[in-house]
């Protein structure tokens, strides 16, 4: 199974965009999907969570508020739109699934996608 994400860019501070990821080869009912990021020299860090009816969502606390995750199953896409977007932002940006319930860990993550670069300028 592949998952792919994209819509990332470079873009200035307070800008916003949408990224988007989407999976090949099976749907996406049943599984939670994350995004995860990572910046030059940290580890990858849990952005934000969606349970696979995407009746609840999850985020850190740093993009609570600018971060909106959602999905549309019927298109095997889950979005994440970024708003008033900061420097600290600046990162890859993954997208993770994992069936049944989300989860903070992302080696609880079963396939991930490619990533996408996030390029915030100050």
């Known amino acids: 199974v592949q998952l792919q994400a994209s819509g990332g860019g470079l873009v200035q501070a307070g800008a916003s965009l949408r990224l988007s990821c989407t999976t090949s080869?099976?749907?996406?009912?049943?599984?939670?999907v994350g995004w995860f990021r990572q910046a030059p020299g940290k580890e990858r860090e849990f952005v934000a969570g969606?349970?696979?009816?995407?009746?609840?969502?999850y985020y850190v606390d740093s993009v609570k508020g600018r971060f909106t995750i959602s999905r549309d199953n019927a298109k095997r896409t889950v979005y994440l739109q970024m708003n008033t977007l900061k420097p600290e932002d600046t990162a890859v940006y993954y997208c993770a699934d994992r069936r049944g319930t989300i989860s903070y860990y992302a080696s609880d993550f079963g396939s991930w996608g490619q990533g996408t670069l996030v390029t915030v300028s100050s």
């Open positions: 080869g099976r749907t996406l009912d049943f599984y939670a």
């Open positions: 969606i349970s696979w009816r995407g009746d609840s969502t």
